[in-house]
């Protein structure tokens, strides 16, 4: 796995916003470590032990979408 390299390069190619599709925030740790600068970059996770899963999906959504991500929310409430 070249999870560093994979990180940077989206990091390069612009992308600013990271969201971990995961059980916890073990990802989003390790991949701030890898890159250096990070000016605007989010970094999210989906779940977070010691809140509710709901609770938290709702906080990622909202930060995604105050930042202009355009969001499905029709496929959301399906």
Wanted: proline fraction near 3%; hydrophobic fraction near 35%.
């Amino acid at each position: 796995v070249r999870f560093s390299d994979g990180v940077k390069t989206l990091y390069k190619e612009g992308y600013r916003q990271f969201v971990e599709v995961g059980p916890g925030t073990t990802l989003v740790g390790m991949a701030r470590r890898c890159v250096e600068e990070e000016p605007g970059a989010v970094w999210l996770a989906s779940i977070k032990q010691g809140r509710s899963d709901w609770q938290q999906i709702l906080e990622t959504l909202a930060s995604l979408y105050a930042q202009g991500m355009k969001l499905d929310w029709k496929g959301f409430e399906s």
